[in-house]
């Protein structure tokens, strides 16, 4: 099983709603990352993950709350957003020796969000 | 701060030929990654080099690694129509712990018959 599974595939959801992203993977990984993509840009790191524990957040806005309930889980808790936050969001993982032996970084098929 | 740079940016090409699309990037990395986006879709990983001289072929597509110049290729031989895509090189910082990929900006590649 080399799958991250992400859901909801598709998300409206409106500047005063609370909603959560989900994702998920069976591989073992102890990395899990959140990306956000615009349309035609790069995917951007959000979040990352080792170990169950935060250790890189790239100075997102806090409407944006991760959450590592255990190491095969990860969630996006999104609360009061805006417009410009509509963008497709990754979620990947990968393995993490903790002595720089990573190797392929596995994507799930995102969430595409649209905020109204 | 890591930076990635990949060109070109834009690519339309021929069915049949051969091309290369470059990567460099700033500092120090002990991974380099290709990954390909169809519009609309996630990412799906192509090759991960992890040592300097690296070379990984599947298919039409090669890539290689030359950590001394910083700098990774993507060569695409003979070109089909299904590889219409936007390529992205991604690279991650050496050191041990998790850290996150720096993306190139994408090179869109359109395949004409």
């Known amino acids: 099983d080399t799958e991250v599974t992400q859901t909801p595939k598709h998300l409206v959801m409106g500047m005063t709603n609370k909603k959560s992203l989900k994702c998920e993977q069976h591989?073992?990984?102890?990395?899990m990352y959140w990306y956000k993509q615009k349309a035609k840009k790069p995917p951007e790191l959000m979040f990352v993950?080792?170990?169950?524990?935060?250790?890189i957040n790239e100075s997102v806005p806090s409407r944006f709350s991760p959450e590592c309930p255990n190491s095969s889980l990860l969630n996006l808790h999104l609360h009061a957003l805006q417009p410009e936050d509509s963008a497709l969001y990754l979620c990947?993982?990968?393995?993490?020796?903790?002595?720089?032996?990573?190797?392929?970084?596995?994507f799930g098929q995102g969430t595409r969000l649209t905020v109204v | 701060e890591l930076k990635v740079e990949q060109n070109p940016l834009f690519l339309s090409m021929q069915e049949g030929k051969n091309y290369t699309i470059y990567c460099n990037y700033s500092?120090?990395?002990?991974?380099l990654y290709w990954y390909r986006q169809d519009p609309g879709k996630s990412l799906e990983s192509l090759f991960v080099?992890?040592?300097?001289?690296a070379v990984k072929q599947e298919g039409r597509l090669m890539a290689s690694l030359d950590t001394k110049a910083r700098l990774s290729t993507l060569h695409i031989t003979a070109a089909v129509h299904d590889l219409s895509a936007t390529y992205f090189c991604?690279?991650?910082?050496?050191?041990?712990?998790?850290?996150?990929?720096?993306f190139g900006k994408g090179t869109h590649l359109i395949i004409q018959p």
């Open positions: 990947a993982s990968s393995q993490d020796s903790g002595a720089g032996g990573r190797v392929r970084a596995f």
């Open positions: 591989m073992g990984h102890r990395a």
């Open positions: 993950y080792s170990y169950e524990k935060l250790s």
């Open positions: 500092t120090t990395s002990d991974r």
């Open positions: 080099l992890l040592s300097n001289g």
């Open positions: 991604a690279v991650g910082e050496s050191g041990g712990g998790a850290d996150g990929l720096t």
